[in-house]
């Protein structure tokens, strides 16, 4: 999955003839200053000034405002653009038209393993959370069409009545459309509203689409943002990068104020790793995985990073017995930015343990046994130890 | 028994070199097995007509790549399953035609990065039409003593160690490769390991879930009990224990659900599979669907260290209930091994080889050329030259410091002779023709006889006759008139007494100037002295007066017309190039440097 943000999202929903308010991205004060100059809607209406960047819980942190004039906006934008938040420095905000409104509703479309689920409900906003019985939806199979009449008793069900019904039936349609070709997983319009002038507008978008269908939109020229609330780090994105490059894959996230980093192979390995980690009440400084058989140049960026990580104890090179990943190869990977790391003073006091097995498996582990020699604290166990014994050993060590 | 790859499973591989690799492995399985490769047909559109080469033990099986699935269904009736290694942007056409292939009743997609979307349609499409579809993401499907499909289980050493040779009573469903292997080397080690083993893949949406295995296997006789190693995100657990609570089964279900972690960690953080997410409400985490499992009277261990140990128990129980037979070990010498490549077997010291060819100069096998034994490097490095190491390559040694420099000279005097001799022409000609630098020069090369630069082996060979059985110049000329007839290196086209030819003076002079014996050049030139007599131009050449002088410091007689092969080379390649810097155009002999002696213009009498 793949978020979008709220400027994007927004425009997906436009280009399948959904109304939004006028908005703009904005990424300097100047920028927005000029904008003002040429667009009626900056001058005339109340404005909505946002953050635009992968951020939770943006109005607690004082990131949105609303019901400003442009005076106010511009000053809300000068504020906000180069704030620091924690990781991350804010470089968009989306500044959109207040759209008068008396009624708020709700409408998103989901995929499930059978088709895709349209929901839709008459409380929008933040009432939804509270009223999530009043949510009704309609399953749309994979390959069937949506048809009106399906429409129209999902409308009424959900309590919508007369020229109301229509317009959200027609609503959902074209989200069920954008949904369907623009590869989405997940698109949540909270709060539509009925304008004044009668007409259901999106104000807000919650979009997640499919990364893997990339190939297939080449005006998806948007980036991805990170899905945890807050933005990649960089060397989170150096390794999406390296990630994007290589057969097989390596990924990393870094978790701020653990001390047992994980470097194990493999995309379901990792997570027993992590899972035996927090079992045995230790912190994690990281996620990390590498599988596919990658370069071993691969593996040394990503070990590199891992090493780098502040604070750390131990260091987990797990993972299963592999079916084709080259032990040898990507152990040697690690084991050059393990030198590198050394060199440089890292890795002092922090206990390595390695548990694999696989193609080259006896060379592999030998190469890792033999850092011994070199001065490295490492602990090296083959297949005959069960995968994540070595979490219990680290945990238990002093 | 097993379910889904079995002893009756004949496949086609979609794809290219991942799938032909794919192919390789299953072949060492077959071959663990001893039986035949169970791989007919490859589709591959780019290079149908051809055939993929794969070892199965000591042989090489040809498999045909065919362009389209109907066509390798048609020419091999027996494919029954289908494997997709091709791209993600492709990968869905492909698998639409083996799904519609009436032959095709399994289809296991091993492409990753599959659109969500794509993979649906294509589970619902194979629903429809009561096939299996197996993927996307998936590492593949081993049944133990049957058939593998993909690389699933890994390098041969792992397939025996995981005794997958023979069948056990354990099934296996994981959505992670990795784990896939772990389990069956589990079952293996604490029980009597598997029957069948299935990646469904780690996507959202697998097109074949737990559920519908677990079905097959409960209809499997062989199948005691079945591993499931799930992960959080989607409701495929929880799907399987439903089935599993629903009814009594005849099998015992184990199972794992990776992702606990998640608790403490970041909402909304992605892991290694696209599958591996917890639903926006919460709802798919690991707590929640180890509870179903438990619930629903599955064996669910606190943790996947436990769970060899809950395999061991449940094999124990099995075995007390008689529903399983003990399976006795294969002696070590009985267990199945892969033929060993010669330079396997070479390394370990089991086999003589007798070489083919021998060589006495070099070795490439370092990190850099030995010639005779010495780094090239160290010889540049220890002030040696060009004409050391045509010594050290063409007569096993070491050229003294003097010797080198006659060969230089040599080279130097013999490098070019100009564009008119037959060598340079021909090179030219070749050159105006188009024809390459190697071509030309070859060309150029065919040149070097008997009457061009080529006398230089044969002077020297019939000199040291002379010397070598003590032959006076007037015993020497009877015995080559009568023998042998003009005596080579001597004689010249153009050079004569009177105007002698400047290079044979060079480097007789040259060579006189040294302290050194040289009964070979001074037997050529009291030749000289009787032959120029007879006529101006039988003057001693400079192909004679190298080869006495080479002969004279000790250089093999077969190696000398390679003298003047080197150093005529230098010219040959320099007029190859001069002609291409010019542009020069293809060149023809103009009419009237031929005398055309051939019969004037006349009737063609009729054909008899």
């Known amino acids: 999955m793949a978020k979008v943000l709220e400027g994007p999202g927004m425009g997906l929903l436009r280009k399948w003839g959904i109304s939004t308010p006028n908005y703009a991205v904005v990424t300097s004060s100047d920028e927005f200053d000029q904008l003002s100059q040429v667009n009626d809607w900056l001058q005339k209406s109340k404005l909505v000034v946002k953050a635009h960047e992968a951020l939770g819980s943006r109005f607690k942190l004082g990131l949105v405002k609303v019901g400003l004039d442009l005076t106010a906006a511009k000053a809300a934008v000068r504020e906000m653009l180069g704030k620091k938040m924690e990781t991350l420095t804010i470089r968009q905000v989306i500044v959109s038209e207040a759209v008068d409104h008396k009624e708020e509703y709700y409408a998103a479309a989901k995929s499930t393993r059978d088709g895709v689920d349209l929901l839709v409900a008459t409380c929008g906003g933040i009432e939804v959370e509270s009223n999530w019985d009043k949510v009704k939806h309609v399953s749309i199979e994979t390959g069937e069409t949506l048809t009106d009449s399906a429409l129209s008793s999902l409308v009424k069900d959900a309590g919508f009545s007369g020229d109301t019904a229509a317009k959200m039936a027609e609503f959902l349609k074209k989200l069920h459309a954008c949904f369907e070709n623009e590869d989405a997983q997940y698109v949540e319009v909270n709060p539509v509203v009925l304008s004044s002038q009668g007409e259901l507008v999106a104000l807000d978008a919650v979009t997640l689409l499919d990364g893997d269908a990339k190939f297939r939109h080449k005006d998806w020229t948007f980036p991805f943002a990170a899905e945890f609330g807050r933005a990649y780090t960089k060397n989170e994105e150096e390794v999406m990068a390296v990630d994007a490059k290589v057969k097989g894959s390596v990924k990393l996230i870094e978790i701020p104020g653990g001390n047992i980093a994980m470097l194990p192979a493999g995309g379901g390995a990792s997570v027993y790793y992590s899972d035996a980690v927090v079992a045995r009440g230790g912190k994690l400084a ?105 979490v219990d050993m680290a945990m238990a060590a002093k | 028994m097993s379910i889904l790859a079995t002893k009756d499973t004949h496949v086609v591989i979609q794809g290219g070199l991942a799938g032909v690799n794919a192919a390789r492995r299953m072949a060492e399985f077959r071959y663990m097995i001893k039986q035949p490769l169970n791989v007919s047909a490859f589709v591959y559109p780019p290079d149908a007509g051809k055939t993929n080469e794969i070892i199965c033990g000591t042989e090489l099986v040809m498999i045909p790549i065919y362009k389209t699935v109907a066509e390798a269904t048609a020419n091999h009736p027996e494919i029954n399953t289908s494997l997709v290694y091709i791209g993600a942007d492709r990968a869905y056409a492909g698998t639409m035609e083996a799904l519609n292939d009436s032959q095709i009743k399994t289809v296991s997609m091993i492409t990753e990065g599959v659109p969500e979307k794509d993979a649906k349609l294509l589970g619902k499409h194979a629903r429809k039409l009561g096939k299996t579809f197996n993927g996307p993401s998936s590492i593949g499907v081993v049944s133990a003593g049957e058939c593998r499909l993909g690389v699933i289980g890994g390098a041969f050493d792992n397939l025996v160690a995981c005794k997958l040779y023979r069948p056990g009573s354990f099934g296996v469903i994981t959505k992670s490769g990795g784990l896939s292997n772990e389990i069956i080397w589990i079952c293996s080690q604490f029980a009597d390991g598997i029957t069948t083993a299935i990646g469904i893949g780690g996507d959202a949406y697998p097109g074949t879930d737990y559920v519908s295995y677990l079905e097959m296997f409960e209809n499997d006789p062989q199948t005691k009990a079945v591993v499931i190693v799930g992960e959080m995100g989607g409701d495929l657990e929880e799907r399987a224990a439903e089935w599993y609570g629903a009814k009594k089964r005849r099998i015992k279900l184990l199972a794992v659900v990776s992702g606990f972690c998640q608790e403490s960690l970041p909402k909304g953080m992605k892991f290694g599979h696209a599958g591996a997410k917890e639903g926006l409400k919460g709802e798919g985490s690991a707590r929640a669907k180890s509870e179903a499992l438990k619930k629903a009277g599955a064996i669910v261990p606190e943790t996947f260290g436990a769970l060899g140990p809950a395999i061991k128990a449940t094999h124990e129980e099995l075995l007390k209930s008689g529903q399983v037979k003990p399976i006795p070990d294969l002696a070590p010498a009985d267990m199945p091994k892969l033929p060993k490549t010669v330079q396997e077997s070479m390394k370990e010291g089991e086999v003589l080889v007798t070489p083919l060819i021998r060589s006495t100069i070099s070795d490439d096998r370092g990190d850099e050329p030995l010639y005779q034994g010495y780094p090239a490097s160290e010889l540049i490095n ?53 024809i390459g630098l190697s071509q030309a020069v070859a060309a150029g090369m065919i040149m070097i006889g008997p009457r061009f630069g080529g006398a230089v082996t044969d002077a020297g060979r019939w000199f040291k006759y002379a010397i070598d059985n003590k032959l006076s110049v007037d015993d020497f000329l009877v015995y080559m008139k ?36 040289t009964p070979h050049l001074d037997f050529a030139l009291e030749v000289e002295k009787i032959t120029a007599v007879k006529k101006d131009n039988l003057i001693l050449n400079v192909d004679g007066t190298m080869a006495a002088v080479l002969v004279d410091i000790g250089f093999p007689v077969d190696s000398l017309n390679g003298f003047f092969i080197l150093s005529r080379t230098i010219g040959m390649i320099g007029h190859w190039t001069d002609q291409k810097k010019q542009g020069s155009r293809l060149i023809r002999l103009f009419d009237y440097l031929v005398n055309y002696a051939s019969p004037k213009r006349r009737e063609v009498p009729p054909l008899k």
Request: charged share 25%; aromatic share 6%; hydrophobic share 40%.
């Open chain 1, 286 to 390: 990281n996620y990390a995985e590498y599988s596919g058989d990658p370069p071993d140049w691969a593996v040394e960026v990503l070990t590199e990073k891992v090493c780098s990580l502040p604070g750390i104890k131990h260091i987990i090179v797990g993972g299963a017995i592999a079916n084709f990943t080259d032990v040898k190869k990507t152990f040697g990977g690690i084991i050059n930015a393990f030198r590198k790391a050394k060199a440089e003073g890292k890795l002092q006091g922090v206990k390595i343990w390695v548990r694999r097995g696989g193609p080259n498996e006896l060379q592999g582990l030998a190469a890792m046994r033999a850092l011994q020699d070199e001065g490295f604290d490492i602990q090296v166990f083959d297949r005959k130890t069960p995968l994540t014994d070595i």
């Open chain 2, 382 to 434: 220890n002030g040696y030259d060009i004409p050391h190491i045509i010594g050290l390559l063409w007569d096993n040694r070491l050229v003294s410091k003097q010797e080198a420099e006659i060969i230089k000279r040599i080279i130097m005097l013999s490098a070019d002779h100009g564009p008119c001799v037959s060598g340079a022409l021909t090179t030219i000609i070749a050159a105006c023709a188009g």
């Open chain 2, 482 to 517: 009568k023998n042998v007839g003009p005596v080579p290196g001597i004689g010249h086209r153009v050079k004569s007494l009177k105007n002698p030819d400047k290079r044979v003076k060079e480097l007789v002079g040259y060579v006189k100037s040294l302290n050194m014996a």
